[in-house]
């Protein structure tokens, strides 16, 4: 029997912070309509459309109007999932119907007055400025909420219907699933190896120099060992960092320096506008304010659906809804991959 | 402050198998945008079609020929994501680096010669047929893995490319996330009620019948308290049963009339052959055969993703993603559309 090789074999993979397994089918790349990389049209965005509910100075559809605004714009979600106020569910003792309170804040914040732009077509100092924006967020939701989510859907395939740039806030009083399950594997990590799980991780990446795609100063950007998504990767801060809004001025800085690269490589990829969900994790806030948190440290995910091309995304369905998620390329190729695309923006190139 | 009323004000519900929450966010249901229910073009399938490489008597791109077949026909996959044998990685010492062997079998059951044809539109006989096979499937996998994964894949939007009417089953020598967490769970709760977890629940909710969408001498279909997508449910024997393989005749004649009706009353929904993912749990097998089971009760579960129209689907992305799942409208609302649609199909009804 010839020798194990991640490329080749088939394989599963354990996410510690999740405590789940993925399976790795690497054979599967042979396939022979493996695909081409297709150049998708893209669709024409004007910077400004009189119809379009984030534009500066348009109407929503709740009849409020957005100021001319000419950095970030931040607002309440017209249409929240959580309120911040109400009645709450009575206990009841039967386990099987289970209930709980549930309330929160839901914001929406525009990287930028125009449509046509999205991150990594932003400066620098744009960039800079959305990165302020989440710290105050964090900070001020966080006075209230136990967790406060940030994330961007982006893409039509990732159930973004506004194509201009924006992310969302969902604050809750309650402690959501994956957060509240990385908050306790970090807390047992920190107990037994008295170092963050996070913290560790990353400076064996940079040891082993397998999976990280890209560093400056102070980030890390490479592709979890564990990843689900083709081109799932993670954003790290290379100090020990438990929250966005304690990053220093030159952190945020070297962050918009590196998510800005890291974009454009996405977009490279399949030369379309990368669709993709991100979010940040950090340690909790409300209660947790006053609690010691040094198991966390901070991080942004990127799940980018596209697999095979622009138009062929890969589908977490069956098997991965009913029993466990599953990939074709390893997370070595994919980092493998993401290296070898330039860091210029491919509309750049073209001006 | 006035009362709690689930279907009005915002709450987080357990799912006590999964030991995860879900947001529910009922008072979104009444965002303007809410959609009307519109009449897809349905794509007009053709009962045989040469290029079609499921279809009886075709090559399939392997190269295989498939036989004349005149009711299920089973094979291996082509391009399976698990193989028979192969070489294993080593153990690694690191918490942070975890892999480990992954042994499997891939096949593909077509349910019909016709390619025209979907479970709710094929004669109780051949749907029996197909739950024979299951259950055949089941018992030969189970002799030699750990966990026989049966499920299905409809329309396009769950990643499925050919239209003519098949399952998959992919069988593994580990144990996967999902279900190895149910093994756990139901354990737990047996130890602790004397009674499985699901029967358990049955039970309640034919007391209650707030969920409950049909019923039969021998099997119960309700959309579980819990739920996550729109229109989510799960299919209960009423006695106690571990698996598939164990379902008597008259269960199993009676599973088909129930699955006809299910499946009758989805694509009745938007009047269009109803996407979505299902698969069977139950009791695992391999070395587990020869252990105590008695926790595990044998589920049928379906995730379909259309939530306002036959065009419109719910998005699992950003805070699904990253924190918890959510949905709009509630369980009791879901149950009672699905009570509310004719099971006489809509095809058949213009026929
Ligand atoms: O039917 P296929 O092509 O084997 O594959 C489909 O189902 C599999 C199992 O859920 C998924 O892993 C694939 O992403 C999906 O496209
Ligand atoms: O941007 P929207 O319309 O608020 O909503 C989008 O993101 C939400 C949060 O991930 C999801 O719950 C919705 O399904 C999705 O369409």
Redesign the interface.
């Known amino acids: ?6 490329k080749e ?6 996410n ?1 912070l999740m405590e ?2 993925v ?3 690497p ?2 790349m042979k ?3 493996k695909g081409q990389v297709e150049k998708s049209e893209e669709e024409e965005i004007p910077s400004y459309d009189p119809n379009n509910s984030l534009c500066p100075g348009n109407t929503r ?1 709740s009849g409020k109007v957005n100021p001319q605004y000419e950095g970030t714009f931040l607002f309440d979600n017209d ?5 911040k106020d ?5 206990a009841n003792p ?11 804040a839901c914001q929406v914040m525009c990287f930028h007055p125009r449509s046509d732009l999205t991150l990594p077509l932003m400066s620098q100092s744009e960039v800079r400025e959305v990165i302020d924006k989440w710290a105050e967020i964090n900070t001020d939701l966080g006075k209230k909420y136990t ?1 406060v ?1 940030i ?3 982006k893409g039509n395939v ?3 219907s506004n194509p201009h740039p924006h992310c ?1 806030v ?1 604050a ?1 009083s ?1 402690f ?4 509240a399950k990385k908050h306790r594997t970090q807390r047992e ?1 920190y107990d037994k190896h008295k170092v963050p ?1 996070l913290v ?2 990353v400076k ?1 990446e940079l040891q082993k120099q397998e999976r990280v795609v890209l560093q400056n100063e102070h980030w890390v950007w490479l592709v979890p ?1 564990w990843a689900i998504w083709p081109y799932e990767t993670m954003l790290l801060p290379k100090r020990h960092v438990l929250r966005i809004e304690d990053l220093t001025s030159a952190e945020r800085d070297a962050l918009a320096d590196i998510m800005k690269k890291l974009l454009t490589k996405y977009d490279n990829m399949f030369e379309v506008s990368f669709p993709y ?3 940040w ?1 950090g340690a909790p806030t409300g209660d947790y304010l006053q609690q010691d948190n040094s198991h966390w440290q901070l991080h942004a ?1 990127y ?1 980018p659906p596209l697999l095979r091309s622009a138009t062929v995304k890969k ?1 977490m ?3 991965e ?6 990939r074709d390329l390893t997370a070595e190729q994919a980092a493998e991959k993401l290296k070898s695309l330039p860091d210029v923006h491919y509309k750049s190139q073209n001006s």
Chains 1, 2 share one sequence.
């Open positions: 029997m010839s020798t194990f090789d991640p074999h088939p394989h599963i993979r354990y510690p789940e397994w399976t790795v089918s054979h599967r396939r022979p309509w559809s249409f929240p999932a959580l309120l109400g009645p709450a569910p009575s039967d386990p099987l119907f289970q209930s709980a309170p549930a309330y929160g967790w989510q994330f961007e859907n990732m159930g973004c969302q969902w809750s309650y959501p699933n994956d957060p990590y799980l560790d991780y064996k060992y969900s991100m979010g994790h995910l799940f589908f369905v069956g098997y809804m009913l029993a466990q998620s599953q």
